[in-house]
Each structure stands twice: as C-alpha cells, then as structure tokens.
C-alpha cells in the first residue's frame, strides 16, 4: 500500500472511490458517476478548489482518501491542517489504511509548519471517534462548528448592505 498526493492518472479509481463513499453515506441520494466525474474535475481537483487529495494506492486501485487544506492564520500566524475526509474504501476496511494517511498527513503538517492538524467527524459514527481517539486526537469543547445550507446562504447573501452607523 502506497500513500501519496494525487496524480491525475489516478482520476477514474478516484471516481470508484468517490462512488463507494457516496453509497456507503447517501446510498440511493448518492450522485451518479457522470455527475461525480464532473464534481471532482470542477469542484474537488478544480483550480480554485484549494483543496490537496491524499490517496492510498493499491496497484492500481485507490483504498482511501483524504481531503486536505492548509488554512491561515493558525496560532502565531502559522498554518492548520484541515482535513475535511478520510475514507477508506469498504474492501479495505479495518486494513490499517486510516492510520497509515493519518500517519502521512501528520508528517505533511509538521514539514509545512503547521501548528494544528484539524477535522471534524459525526459525533453518531462510533468507529470513527474511537478509531480518532486511538490516534491520540481530543474533542475539541471551546468550538463551535457552524452552518449555513443553501438557503440560509441565499437569505444571507440577499441581505442588503449594511454602512457603519
């Protein structure tokens, strides 16, 4: 198993992955494979996406993946990690895949500097707080994680300006 950043001749077993992801989340509302080719070409691998995909590399199929950003400023002006996916395809399940990226990204936040190596996980997926706090991740208590869906950011985004009084 080898862990590495994206190459694009990884795209097609990316798309696999991706697929697997959604059904395994979102089973029937999972987007279709002509969609999600489209999604990650635009969206998660576009040039404005900010985004660095981390892939577990079986010959030639992705095992998992992760979905990083490096965000500004951190504590002291330095950069955070922030990881907003880790999924490990459901063939290679408890295979030590998860912990072999983490162990990668980990090494990839101290070579970039970062401070803080963040994500966030739905607190109902059991297997994934344990398998977090087996690694030595903490809850963090003092944030607050917020939200706006698309038609909270339509209201916002419709509100009019509002000049200093």
């Excluded at 089973?27 to 070409?41: N, P």
């Excluded at 965000?71 to 955070?80: A, E, I, S, V």
């Excluded at 063939?91 to 090494?107: D, E, N, P």
Aim: proline share 4%; net charge neutral.
């Amino acid at each position: 198993m080898q862990v590495t950043f994206y190459d694009p001749s990884k795209f097609d077993a990316l798309v696999l992955a991706f697929l697997d992801m959604g059904r395994h989340y979102f089973g029937d509302r999972a987007a279709d494979e002509v969609s999600l080719r489209q999604i990650l070409a635009d969206g998660v691998l576009g040039p404005d996406s900010g985004v660095r995909v981390i892939l577990a590399v079986d010959g030639e199929r992705v095992a998992g993946f992760a979905t990083i950003s490096i965000l500004y400023p951190g504590p002291g002006c330095r950069g955070q990690l922030f990881m907003k996916d880790l999924y490990v395809c459901s063939a290679w399940r408890g295979t030590g895949i998860g912990g072999q990226m983490m162990r990668f990204l980990a090494k990839y936040a101290l070579n970039m500097g970062c401070v803080r190596f963040d994500w966030t996980s739905e607190d109902t997926n059991a297997g994934a707080m344990a398998f977090y706090e087996r690694l030595g991740a903490r809850k963090v208590k003092e944030k607050v994680y917020f939200r706006l869906t698309v038609p909270e950011i339509q209201a916002l985004a419709s509100q009019p300006a509002q000049g200093a009084a």
